[in-house]
């Protein structure tokens, strides 16, 4: 059964919520799959004409739950939203079967009366959505409004409620409800406008990050070009490919899909160019859960190639978030002559927040300079284009665009000679070349790490990825009961913020929530010899913020 969780308050939202004030089940697989979740005294919304003996039958029920006193600890409201919308639409002369598409609409007009919510932009987004199809939208419509007047005046809801504004939960500007896949797929083309290079796409679809490649497609008046490849390794090769001929280079996956691409991963090590390879995490191993959510993949982008082949690793935290941690992977990409792995994962990818669209004067700039003449002089004092030769601070090699007269050069995964990149199997050159390659990574810029602490801690929360909603919710929680705890997330993975140590090392206890069996524990006790608590979850599904409450008190009281 699909579902969707909506959490709104009058306050910041961190999480989609622990448990559903109202669940409006369409149908007996609905109830029987998500009543579980609900509180006592929880509103229950059921389409009635649903409940009839076959339907109930295939999901267990031998009685009706409507019927047999199972959902006593619940206000239950039965509202046979097929048949008021069937009837609701009678004039526009649809099939049965099209008109009963639209009780979602009815459902949520429904909850728009309980709530007290505006119904202009739910109107005019359903007029904008269905512009082509103007019969279509306008049952939409009626739908919507004929849910809203059966709440306005059945008797049965003796109680509604209002939520005020979250005013000053965010600053002035403008906003936008966005979804992690979105937000991640403006930040590449954002990056791609910054650093004024077309953006290419080599992609394959796969659950659950297609919806980048979807909506990347869409965009070509941005110089945005997508490749839909046959496969995970030719999506990669594509890109690749893209990176040397000068392009912002991107290839969208998830965990099965790094797995065939670490080959071309390692290559890109080797040739050292930009390359942001988004993997989507869900659960896994092999195909897994591929509608599920986990955070499994770390040590995979983390090791999981052959030889030493260190490469950067950021995760963002949000779904607004991704925008901003696409533009901080292609930096580092582009600034440092590297792939990148940005890790988000499907909590992300599909969860939706309200999101500030940010001022373009204030997006970095993110322009590079290609080579454009030779840069080393022979010993004849002849001067030649070394592909190898680095910049002394960012240890980056030059990027010589194919067809520059006098840059020619090769290249390939047999390893280069320092400096002049000519294949050599000198033992020296690989050792001091795998310590350069290494050195370049240790050696990016990234910011300090930040740590709320409200005072006299001795317990520090660490997450990363999408555990920041949950463990902020759960630390706000605790914080309420008196509590002092103190949280930090990550971003970059790898390297790590350069006072992290410092950090870590100032309090007595590290818990680290995630959504594996410990995989950035296991990082952060073998560089930094803490005894970091693990707390894992692997089953597909978020943290609650309760459950995660309660762990962490076990936690700081162990």
Request: aromatic residues 8%; contains cysteine.
């Amino acid at each position: 059964m699909s579902s969707f969780q909506l959490h709104f308050a009058d306050h910041d939202i961190l999480t989609p919520g622990d448990a559903p004030d109202v669940l409006v089940a369409m149908n007996p697989a609905a109830l029987k799959a998500n009543v579980g979740d609900l509180p006592a005294g929880a509103v229950l919304i059921v389409n009635t004409d649903e409940f009839t003996k076959r339907p109930m039958a295939k999901v267990g029920y031998a009685t009706s739950p409507l019927e047999d006193g199972s959902l006593e600890a619940f206000q239950v409201h039965g509202v046979p939203l097929t048949t008021l919308t069937v009837e609701a639409l009678k004039e526009f002369g649809l099939s049965r079967k099209e008109a009963e598409r639209s009780k979602n609409m009815f459902a949520l007009g429904l909850l728009s009366w309980m709530y007290h919510r505006p119904t202009e932009g739910t109107e005019a987004y359903l007029r904008k959505k269905f512009a082509k199809k103007p019969q279509l939208a306008q049952a939409n419509v009626t739908a919507f409004r004929a849910g809203w007047n059966f709440g306005e005046t059945t008797e049965d809801f003796a109680v509604s409620y209002e939520v005020a504004p979250a005013s000053s939960a965010f600053q002035a500007g403008v906003y936008r409800n966005i979804s992690g896949n979105l937000a991640l797929a403006y930040g590449l083309v954002a990056a791609s406008v910054q650093a004024e290079l077309p953006l290419f796409l080599g992609s394959y679809p796969i659950t659950p990050a297609s919806d980048i490649l979807h909506e990347l497609s869409r965009h070509k008046n941005f110089g945005v070009r997508s490749f839909q490849a046959e496969g995970e390794i030719a999506g990669i090769g594509a890109a690749l490919g893209a990176a040397f001929g000068g392009s912002l280079a991107v290839t969208t996956t998830s965990g099965p899909g790094v797995a065939l691409k670490s080959e071309t991963i390692g290559l890109a090590v080797s040739l050292e160019l930009p390359l942001v390879v988004v993997d989507i995490q869900r659960g896994g191993p092999s195909t897994g859960l591929p509608t599920k959510t986990e955070q499994a993949d770390l040590l995979q982008a983390m090791y999981g190639r052959n030889g030493e082949a260190p490469v950067p690793i950021v995760a963002p935290s949000t779904p607004a978030d991704c925008f901003d941690a696409a533009l901080e992977a292609a930096r580092i990409a582009l600034v440092y002559r590297t792939p990148v792995f940005l890790l988000s994962d499907g909590y992300l990818a599909n969860g939706s927040e309200p999101w500030r669209v940010p001022d373009v004067e204030g997006l970095p700039d993110l322009r590079v300079r290609f080579a454009s003449e030779p840069n080393h002089e022979l010993a004849d004092g002849s001067r030649v284009f070394w592909p190898y030769k680095r910049d002394t601070v960012t240890l980056a090699r030059p990027w010589a665009v194919p067809g520059t007269a006098g840059l020619e050069h090769r290249i390939g995964g047999i390893e280069k000679q320092d400096g002049s990149g000519n294949i050599s199997y000198d033992p020296a050159n690989h050792e001091l070349m795998v310590h350069t390659r290494q050195a370049k990574i240790d050696g990016i810029a990234v910011e300090d790490v930040r740590v709320d602490d409200p005072g006299g801690a001795r317990v520090l929360v660490l997450g990363w990825g999408s555990t920041y909603g949950p463990i902020a919710a759960a630390v706000r929680r605790l914080r309420g009961e008196g509590v002092a705890l103190a949280q930090a997330h990550l971003r970059h993975l790898n390297p790590f913020p350069a006072n992290l140590g410092e950090v870590l090392a100032s309090y007595e206890r590290v818990v680290i929530p995630e959504m594996n069996l410990g995989q950035l524990a296991t990082l952060i006790r073998a560089k930094y010899a803490i005894d970091a608590r693990s707390h894992t979850q692997v089953n597909g599904m978020p943290f609650k913020a309760e459950e995660l409450a309660n762990a962490l008190k076990e936690a700081i009281n162990a």
